[in-house]
T-cell receptor
């Protein structure tokens, strides 16, 4: 069974810092990996989707990388802002489970002014 | 208007009651999913549907049933609610691309409390 782990569970940084969130998965046979943002009590907002054939995706200040062979993905946030405070979730899609997503438990990020 | 709409957004009910959570989408996606989120456990898949005639159990389907009434509508039912079904429930959609599902889009969630 695919296990998805996110480290750290919580992170607090001052505004302006660059930061990296980590996601690891145990089964490298994935179709894609998706990063989400979740604000308290809200739904999940898709940030980036990386297909298994891709190494990275970028959107604005966000950059996500994928190393399928080592079972790792990182989400890089440049020049963090207080508005980036949220929980960040990664999820991997397997082919042998009906293409369902397996989620990590998230990293709770607080960016202080 | 949201692309993926869930109703109700909040519901408090009693043990043994039947509850239905509804999801509708305007994205035109063929695939729909129901997840639940619990503190410390993350999101877990309950059921998913790849089209109107295709329903599949997820990781934690016991105690739940679903109905795909149309491509745009996917409802989740708790036939006899119990307190450990208290959770935040999410509906999600995606488009299938040559057998590989694409990006997932989520609704705002339905918070269910079973007393």
């Amino acid at each position: 069974k695919q296990e998805v782990t996110q480290i750290p569970a919580a992170l607090s940084v001052p505004e302006g810092e660059n930061l990296v969130l980590n996601c690891s998965f145990t089964d490298s046979a994935i179709y894609n990996l998706q990063w989400f943002r979740q604000d308290p009590g809200k739904g999940l907002t898709s940030l980036l989707l990386i297909q298994s054939s891709q190494r990275e995706q970028t959107s604005g200040r966000l950059n996500a990388s994928l190393d399928k062979s080592s079972g790792r993905s990182t989400l890089y946030i440049a020049a963090s802002q207080p508005g980036d405070s949220a929980t960040y979730l990664c999820a991997v899609r397997q082919g042998n489970s009906g293409y369902a997503l397996n989620f990590g438990k998230g990293t709770s990020l607080l960016v202080t002014p | 208007d949201a692309d993926v709409t869930q109703t109700p957004r909040n519901r408090i009910t009693k043990t043994g009651k039947r509850i239905m959570l509804e999801c509708s989408q305007t994205k035109g996606h063929d695939r729909m999913y129901w997840y639940r989120q619990d503190p410390g456990l993350g999101l877990r898949l309950i059921y998913y549907s790849f089209d109107v005639k295709d329903i599949n159990k997820g990781e934690i389907s016991d105690g739940y049933s679903v109905s795909r009434q149309a491509q745009a509508k996917f409802s989740l039912s708790l036939e006899s609610a119990i307190p450990n079904q208290t959770a935040l429930y999410f509906c999600a959609t995606s488009v299938g691309l040559a057998g590989v599902a694409g990006e997932l889009f989520f609704g705002e969630g339905s918070r269910l409390t079973v007393l």
